[in-house]
Protein backbone atom coordinates (compact mmCIF):
# COMPACT_ATOMS: atom_id res chain seq x y z
CA UNK A 1 0.00 0.00 0.00
CA UNK A 2 1.57 3.21 -0.89
CA UNK A 3 2.83 5.60 2.13
CA UNK A 4 4.42 8.52 3.03
CA UNK A 5 6.07 8.52 6.05
CA UNK A 6 7.92 11.49 8.36
CA UNK A 7 10.07 10.72 11.00
CA UNK A 8 11.69 13.23 13.51
CA UNK A 9 11.93 16.03 10.29
CA UNK A 10 13.78 18.52 11.11
CA UNK A 11 14.33 21.30 8.33
CA UNK A 12 16.38 24.87 8.85
CA UNK A 13 15.96 27.73 6.55
CA UNK A 14 19.81 28.58 5.42
CA UNK A 15 19.54 31.64 8.06
CA UNK A 16 19.04 29.40 10.91
CA UNK A 17 15.16 29.98 10.87
CA UNK A 18 13.45 26.29 11.83
CA UNK A 19 10.86 25.49 9.78
CA UNK A 20 9.98 21.92 11.11
CA UNK A 21 11.26 20.68 14.64
CA UNK A 22 11.01 16.75 15.22
CA UNK A 23 7.91 16.50 12.62
CA UNK A 24 6.03 12.94 12.99
CA UNK A 25 3.83 12.67 9.81
CA UNK A 26 2.02 9.51 7.58
CA UNK A 27 0.29 9.93 4.68
CA UNK A 28 -1.61 6.77 3.23
CA UNK A 29 -3.01 6.32 -0.17
CA UNK A 30 -6.27 8.94 0.23
CA UNK A 31 -5.81 12.45 -0.96
CA UNK A 32 -3.93 14.52 1.23
CA UNK A 33 -4.20 18.58 1.97
CA UNK A 34 -1.73 20.43 2.70
CA UNK A 35 -2.56 24.30 3.76
CA UNK A 36 -1.30 26.97 5.20
CA UNK A 37 0.10 30.61 4.84
CA UNK A 38 2.86 31.92 2.49
CA UNK A 39 6.03 31.00 4.36
CA UNK A 40 5.11 28.57 6.32
CA UNK A 41 6.92 25.52 4.88
CA UNK A 42 4.70 24.16 2.69
CA UNK A 43 6.62 23.85 -0.55
CA UNK A 44 10.03 22.78 1.76
CA UNK A 45 7.65 20.33 3.09
CA UNK A 46 7.06 19.12 -0.29
CA UNK A 47 10.75 19.00 -1.82
CA UNK A 48 11.58 17.31 1.42
CA UNK A 49 9.15 14.62 0.25
CA UNK A 50 10.50 14.40 -3.38
CA UNK A 51 14.21 14.15 -2.05
CA UNK A 52 14.72 17.71 -3.65
CA UNK A 53 16.07 18.97 -0.24
CA UNK A 54 17.55 16.69 2.35
CA UNK A 55 16.83 16.92 6.23
CA UNK A 56 18.74 18.60 8.64
CA UNK A 57 17.69 15.23 10.57
CA UNK A 58 15.08 12.95 10.46
CA UNK A 59 13.72 10.58 8.57
CA UNK A 60 11.22 10.74 4.57
CA UNK A 61 10.08 7.49 3.60
CA UNK A 62 7.81 7.41 0.32
CA UNK A 63 6.52 3.74 -0.82
CA UNK A 64 4.85 3.42 -4.08
CA UNK A 65 5.11 6.18 -6.98
CA UNK A 66 5.06 9.82 -6.06
CA UNK A 67 3.73 12.48 -8.48
CA UNK A 68 3.61 16.13 -7.95
CA UNK A 69 2.13 18.55 -10.11
CA UNK A 70 3.57 22.48 -9.44
CA UNK A 71 1.64 25.29 -9.10
CA UNK A 72 3.72 26.93 -11.93
CA UNK A 73 4.11 24.85 -14.56
CA UNK A 74 5.94 25.98 -17.58
CA UNK A 75 5.04 23.61 -20.58
CA UNK A 76 6.21 23.94 -24.25
CA UNK A 77 3.29 23.49 -27.35
CA UNK A 78 4.24 19.79 -27.88
CA UNK A 79 3.64 18.74 -24.19
CA UNK A 80 0.79 17.58 -22.45
CA UNK A 81 -0.88 16.49 -18.71
CA UNK A 82 0.70 13.64 -19.40
CA UNK A 83 4.70 14.66 -19.42
CA UNK A 84 3.76 16.61 -16.21
CA UNK A 85 2.83 13.39 -14.77
CA UNK A 86 5.90 11.35 -16.57
CA UNK A 87 3.39 9.16 -17.96
CA UNK A 88 3.24 9.54 -21.40
CA UNK A 89 5.08 6.74 -22.64
CA UNK A 90 3.12 4.26 -20.31
CA UNK A 91 0.08 5.80 -21.92
CA UNK A 92 1.60 4.89 -25.52
CA UNK A 93 1.82 1.70 -24.34
CA UNK A 94 -1.72 1.20 -23.59
CA UNK A 95 -2.72 3.09 -26.70
CA UNK A 96 -0.35 -0.10 -28.97
CA UNK A 97 -1.62 -2.75 -26.58
CA UNK A 98 -5.00 -1.57 -27.38
CA UNK A 99 -4.40 -1.35 -31.28
CA UNK A 100 -2.91 -5.03 -31.18
CA UNK A 101 0.72 -3.26 -31.65
CA UNK A 102 2.53 -3.68 -28.43
CA UNK A 103 5.15 -6.77 -27.68
CA UNK A 104 4.82 -9.06 -25.56
CA UNK A 105 7.11 -7.80 -23.06
CA UNK A 106 5.33 -4.18 -22.98
CA UNK A 107 1.73 -6.00 -22.16
CA UNK A 108 3.78 -8.02 -19.54
CA UNK A 109 5.17 -4.77 -18.18
CA UNK A 110 2.04 -2.38 -19.00
CA UNK A 111 0.30 -0.23 -15.98
CA UNK A 112 -3.21 -1.82 -16.55
CA UNK A 113 -4.81 0.53 -14.09
CA UNK A 114 -3.02 3.58 -15.07
CA UNK A 115 -5.60 5.35 -17.03
CA UNK A 116 -8.27 4.55 -14.27
CA UNK A 117 -5.57 6.14 -11.36
CA UNK A 118 -5.51 9.25 -13.48
CA UNK A 119 -9.26 9.52 -14.19
CA UNK A 120 -9.70 9.28 -10.30
Known sequence: MPSITLANL???TPDGRPL?????????PERAG???RNGVG???LLKLITG???PASGTVS?????????????VTLDETIADLFGTRAA???LARAEAGEASAEELANA???LEARMAE
Open 111 to 113: DWM
Open 34 to 36: LVG
Open 42 to 44: KTT
Open 91 to 93: LAT
Open 10 to 12: SWS
Open 52 to 54: ELS
Open 20 to 28: FSSLNLSFG
Open 62 to 74: VSGSLGVLRQSVQ
